[in-house]
């Protein structure tokens, strides 16, 4: 599979329709029992919420998050949500949290920041912005997720590649993760990916949020709602059909994998409402 050799210092591929995008969203979310909800920012955006309860396993369901679009420039997040939904894809038996469009703004735009400048994935210690300020004050009223998956994509990526951040040492999940992706989508192989050491499509960063000025999604994740993280990465070189692919089929088989044998809960937070 060759690259598309479209992006040339930023992104420069396929965009979105996102009214269009959102009202299939809402549409498959309904058909496949999900709650809607929105979150409207003081600046009068809003923003896409999903819910959903487990049919049959109760409060000890694990609890699932996934999101995806923080990033205007980054498509194939959004359309993975999409397909995971109009497949049927997410585990009966858990609880589910869904943010599926942080960023509509900047989706609009095709550029990585919001309209109003900002990289959203930038900004989760200080919430200058009120996307992300909204998107905190959500947070803070869900329980502990179990696990939490952030979509998104790498415009100079050579291929497939996953952010691991297990402070629990749990079993890893990115190993299923990246043979599941390896039939749809090349997987980057590069000993070093973005700056940090990567073994097969794996990076395991040693990171201390409270040392980095600028915090993206999966560090406020990792500080406040979970000790399971996975950030996917998908190559945006490629065609788009071939990065939903590749998000789904990660998304699956981390899903999959984790709900097969979850580990014991070690928290004290509130059951879901």
Request: net charge negative.
């Amino acid at each position: 599979m060759q690259r598309l050799g479209r992006n040339h210092r930023r992104y420069l591929g396929d965009t979105l329709d996102v009214p269009r995008i959102l009202a299939e969203l809402r549409t498959e979310a309904v058909r496949n029992g999900w709650t809607l909800g929105s979150l409207t920012t003081d600046s009068g955006t809003e923003l896409p919420v999903l819910t959903r309860a487990p049919r049959h396993a109760g409060l000890c369901a694990p609890r699932l998050y996934f999101s995806a679009g923080i990033h205007g420039d980054e498509p194939a997040g959004p359309l993975a949500v999409l397909e995971l939904l109009r497949q049927a894809i997410f585990p009966e038996d858990a609880w589910g949290w869904c943010c599926p469009c942080l960023n509509p703004t900047g989706l609009a735009l095709n550029t990585r920041e919001s309209a109003a400048g900002i990289d959203l994935n930038r900004d989760y210690r200080e919430a200058h912005a009120p996307e992300v300020r909204a998107h905190i004050e959500w947070l803070r009223r869900q329980p502990l997720f179990d696990l939490a998956l952030c979509l998104h994509e790498d415009w100079e990526a050579a291929g497939f590649y996953v952010y691991e951040v297990n402070s629990a040492n749990q079993p890893s999940l990115a190993p299923a993760m990246v043979e599941a992706v390896r039939p749809v989508c090349p997987i980057d192989l590069s000993p070093v990916i973005d700056g940090r050491d990567a073994h097969q499509g794996i990076i395991r960063p040693t990171l201390d949020p409270a040392m980095r000025p600028e915090w993206p999604e999966a560090f406020y994740l990792l500080q406040n709602k979970t000790r399971l993280s996975y950030t996917l990465e998908a190559p945006s070189d490629y065609p788009l059909d071939t990065r939903v692919a590749a998000l789904v089929a990660g998304v699956r088989a981390a899903f999959d994998t984790f709900t097969r044998t979850p580990p014991p809960r070690d928290d004290t937070s509130p059951p879901p409402p």
